[in-house]
T-cell receptor
Framework: DGGITQSPKYLFRKEGQNVTLSCEQN?????MYWYRQDPGQGLRLIYY???????QKGDIAEGYSVSREKKESFPLTVTSAQKNPTAFYLC?????????????FGSGTQLSVL | AQTVTQSQPEMSVQEAETVTLSCTYD???????LFWYKQPPSRQMILVIR??????QNATENRFSVNFQKAAKSFSLKISDSQLGDAAMYFC????????????FGTGTSLTVIP
């Protein structure tokens, strides 16, 4: 079955450490997204990518980095510069174009600071 | 700026009754999509319903329907015959057709279903 796989489900980060969240999709979608969700808040866009080897910053990109070397994969690195990384992270993908636009989501990664 | 506002942080409904969740959005675009997503305690985001702005007819999916008022920039979700499994966070989202395939989300409404 097609879908989006996020791993790990839970992740712990030590002070000064970089951690990488994995996101893989087999839906053949061009566009992929990373959102951050904090309690009581909506989804805030960190980064998004419309095509391979191209990505744009969202509203809260500081302290995060991404790469898009393959269509299927869009990993997110939470760097030590992100001082408040504890949150639920959602990866999503979408086809581009009219008539077929909707977001498909992975099951999320809960990141906590040790 | 394109924003989505959900003014009801929490709502509750008796089982089998009807509830309406509100959503307004601000945009200068004329062509866009609107969505309602459900996030149950599992935290998996599920698409409930989608509306295309150029269609005047309100979208319906079984017990879920919307009231789309384009001039008022309003997009409410009506849940009929509420069931215990409808308890979740509900997010309204907006996606303009012509600006880069982006999606903008509201802050969500937490729905409790009372048995």
């Amino acid at each position: 079955d097609g879908g989006i796989t996020q791993s790990p489900k839970y992740l712990f980060r030590k002070e000064g450490q970089n951690v990488t969240l994995s996101c893989e999709q087999n839906l053949n979608h061009d566009a992929m997204y990373w959102y951050r969700q904090d309690p009581g808040q909506g989804l805030r866009l960190i980064y998004y990518s419309q095509i391979v080897n191209d990505f744009q910053k969202g509203d809260i990109a500081e302290g995060y980095s991404v790469s898009r070397e393959k269509k299927e994969s869009f990993p997110l690195t939470v760097t030590s510069a992100q001082k408040n990384p504890t949150a639920f992270y959602l990866c999503a993908s979408s086809k581009r174009g009219r008539g077929i636009r909707k977001l498909f989501f992975g099951s999320g990664t809960q990141l906590s600071v040790l | 700026a394109q924003t989505v506002t959900q003014s009801q942080p929490e709502m509750s409904v008796q089982e089998a009754e009807t509830v309406t969740l509100s959503c307004t959005y601000d945009t200068s675009e004329s062509d866009y999509y609107l969505f309602w997503y459900k996030q149950p305690p599992s935290r998996q985001m599920i698409l409930v319903i989608r509306q295309e702005a150029y269609k005047q007819q309100n979208a319906t999916e079984n017990r879920f329907s919307v009231n789309f008022q384009k001039a008022a920039k309003s997009f409410s979700l009506k849940i009929s015959d509420s069931q215990l499994g409808d308890a979740a966070m509900y997010f309204c989202a907006y996606s303009p057709i012509n600006t880069g395939n982006q999606f903008y989300f509201g802050t969500g409404t937490s729905l409790t279903v009372i048995p």
